[in-house]
């Protein structure tokens, strides 16, 4: 059930998309994008989505945003199951809920300007026109640190970290209270970067908002993340605070992640230990039983080829799917 301090509870989520072949397009199997998930986001915090490529990340906020078909589960926004919702009352939450996209040039429609794109959602929802309709459109371009006079320009005259700014700046538009960040700097430059996470951050602390930031790299969620969940193969296999993560990783998978990323001190770079996995992500059609990441895992037991380990609370609020750890 959701909790009064949560403003995202998910319990319970699956996600397959079927598989077809044939001239009659018959079902032959299922792709587990998201196999069976629950977390929580409290209020004002952001929480870290992080794993490899193709391990759900984007599919879970997705989901979250019920932009498919097919969703198990339940997932509650501010108390309210978004799969009881009719299309028309879903359409009227959306407001609260809002995406921010990994590409920033894809993203944008090239045959409109700037203003355009960003005023929109505005036009969609019959949030202001006119006069009104303008100078919320230019306080948005101000609210993500560009001119006002540029929104008469097209996504092409725009340096990526400007074009992920007008994207944000859509997302802003109709005043919600929860956006999924889908790897927004990830496609950016690193000095970009810093300024895309900084703007968030900044936006979260004067708006109010509340975060579900995805990203594939450990530290690029490190400072702007309240929590931190791990996924791996549809699941969720370690969930805690941003700092214990960091400090006190339990699973094997996040140990690995952790080894990986980059140290600016030299030295202990250089001298310090790093987790090589081997072999390659099991397909998603066909989960290895047991632990997913058994075939991957160097202290791998027997147990973890035949048994599915639940997401545990190992205290303090630090949650881990795995035998190993006791």
Not at 29 to 48: N, W
Not at 90 to 115: E, H, K, T, W
Request: glycine fraction near 8%; hydrophobic fraction near 40%.
């Amino acid at each position: 059930m959701s909790n009064g301090e949560h403003l995202i509870d998910v319990e319970n989520l699956y996600m397959h998309f079927p598989v077809t072949a044939g001239v009659l397009q018959k079902k032959i199997a299922d792709i587990k994008a998201v196999d069976g998930i629950s977390f929580y986001i409290k209020r004002g915090e952001t929480l870290g989505l992080v794993g490899e490529s193709g391990c759900g990340k984007t599919t879970t906020g997705r989901c979250i945003l019920q932009l498919y078909d097919g969703i198990r589960g339940d997932i509650f926004f501010d108390g309210v199951n978004l799969s009881q919702l009719k299309p028309e009352q879903m359409r009227r939450m959306r407001r609260n809920m809002q995406l921010i996209f990994q590409d920033p040039f894809a993203s944008l429609d090239p045959r409109m300007s700037a203003g355009d794109i960003i005023g929109e959602p505005i036009k969609v929802h019959n949030l202001a026109k006119g006069q009104e309709y303008r100078d919320q459109v230019a306080e948005l371009f101000r609210m993500v640190e560009l001119e006002p006079f540029m929104m008469d320009r097209f996504p092409h005259e725009f340096s990526g970290g400007q074009r992920q700014r007008i994207g944000i700046a859509r997302a802003l538009s109709v005043r919600p209270s929860f956006i999924v960040c889908d790897e927004p700097v990830s496609a950016l430059d690193v000095s970009i970067q810093a300024q895309i996470i900084t703007l968030l951050e900044r936006l979260r602390e004067e708006l109010s908002l509340t975060y579900l930031f995805i990203a594939h790299d450990l530290s690029v969620v490190r400072n702007i993340s309240d929590r931190v969940a791990v996924m791996y193969l549809g699941k969720i296999v370690e969930i805690t605070d941003s700092d214990e993560l960091y400090a006190n990783p339990l699973h094997p998978y996040t140990i690995a992640l952790l080894s990986a990323v980059p140290i600016p001190d030299p030295v202990v770079d250089r001298t310090r230990e790093r987790i090589i996995l081997t072999g390659d992500v099991p397909s998603p059609i066909m989960p290895p039983p047991g632990c997913n990441f058994h075939p991957r895992c160097q202290q791998a037991i027997d147990i973890c080829k035949t048994e599915l380990p639940e997401l545990r609370n190992m205290g303090g609020e630090h949650w881990v799917a795995c035998h190993l750890v006791k």
